[in-house]
């Protein structure tokens, strides 16, 4: 893993993979398969992992985050960061900051929740939360308005956010009036679009936005990786491509669940057994994992 500080060069570097995390059948975090999807994504040209809501951080036990934790940081390779996720309950979040103190990863993703919440208490819990890491955090602005602009300013001038994740879905993405606030009070060189390759190149080439996440780059890294590289390079008409070919296994994981249907695609291809999924989310019946098998065949680009 790579343990250098964070560096807001490296999100234009790398699509950022955001994998589903493998378990065993007994639902233990399994070595084996992880190493083999990792193994995968660094073979296509990806150097930056984080484990959020596709690997269901939400609901891992705090008994099992430090193997976790030692797991990824021992798997990815020495040029590859790796950013796993903390919360969305407070008090989780801080005996998970107490855990990830003891490891070198160069920051930690905040993961948002909309019950028992207040913008005020959401900036005053990420501020205390970076003091006790000790180093900024990944902002995931996932709803809209969840933290309005000023909010995110303050803490932007605090120093306690290291990068945004923006992903607020809209039916156009070129109209996002949220986005324009953000991006008026925070870096765009420090924001990846979080919505995978549909609203990249809007949010790349129209905000400025510095770079992306990907769930379906775990099933052909290579092929999100030249969307990425078309993008910067101005190459709107190829990127466009891309993104179109990305579409078919987009569309089933926005109809069905992004996490379920990318657990069972990352099975379905051949690149590990991912196994069962965590409570509170349930397996998809066969005809869909079917369905996700069609979407798969022949997309497994290296």
Request: hydrophobic share 50%; aromatic share 12%; proline share 4%.
């Given at each position: 893993m790579l343990t250098s500080s964070f560096d807001p060069s490296h999100l234009s570097e790398s699509v950022f993979a955001v994998p589903p995390l493998a378990r065993d059948v007994e639902g233990e975090?399994?070595?084996?398969?992880?190493?083999?999807?990792?193994?995968?994504?660094?073979?296509?040209?990806?150097?930056?992992?984080?484990?959020g809501g596709n690997a269901v951080f939400y609901h891992m036990r705090l008994s099992e985050y430090a193997k976790s934790l030692t797991m990824l940081s021992e798997t990815a390779g020495d040029q590859t960061s790796v950013v796993p996720s903390?919360?969305?309950?407070?008090?989780?979040?801080?005996?998970?900051?107490?855990?990830l103190r003891e490891y070198d990863f160069a920051t930690a993703m905040l993961l948002p929740a909309r019950d028992v919440v207040d913008q005020q208490g959401i900036a005053t819990g990420i501020r205390l939360l970076a003091e006790r890491y000790?180093?900024?955090?990944?902002?995931?602005?996932?709803?809209?308005?969840?933290?309005?602009?000023?909010?995110?300013?303050?803490l932007h001038r605090d120093g306690v956010i290291s990068w945004i994740k923006?992903?607020?879905?809209?039916?156009?993405?070129?109209?996002?009036?949220?986005?324009?606030?953000?991006?008026?009070?925070?870096p765009a060189a420090?924001?990846?679009s979080g919505i995978g390759e549909?609203?990249?190149?809007?949010?790349?080439?129209?905000?400025?936005?510095?770079?992306f996440t990907s769930g379906c780059v775990c099933v052909a890294p290579a092929r999100s990786m030249e969307m990425l590289r078309a993008i910067q390079a101005g190459d709107f008409e190829t990127a466009e491509s891309i993104r179109q070919?990305?579409?078919p296994l987009e569309d089933l994981r926005n109809t069905y669940s992004p996490i379920r249907v990318l657990h069972h695609a990352v099975?379905?291809?051949g690149i590990a057994a991912t196994g069962p999924l965590l409570p509170m989310l349930s397996d998809l019946d066969d005809s869909l994992v079917t369905k996700i098998r069609d979407a798969v065949a022949g997309m497994t680009v290296g």
């Open positions: 975090v399994c070595s084996v398969e992880n190493a083999k999807l990792i193994r995968f994504l660094e073979a296509g040209g990806i150097r930056s992992l984080l484990y903390i919360g969305p309950a407070y008090g989780l979040a801080v005996d998970q900051v107490d855990i000790g180093k900024p955090l990944v902002l995931y602005l996932k709803f809209d308005r969840w933290l309005d602009a000023q909010w995110v300013d303050a923006y992903a607020v879905v809209r039916d156009d993405p070129s109209q996002d009036d949220y986005l324009h606030e953000i991006r008026d009070v925070f420090r924001m990846v549909q609203p990249a190149i809007v949010h790349l080439r129209d905000f400025g936005i510095t770079g070919w990305f579409l099975a379905e291809a």
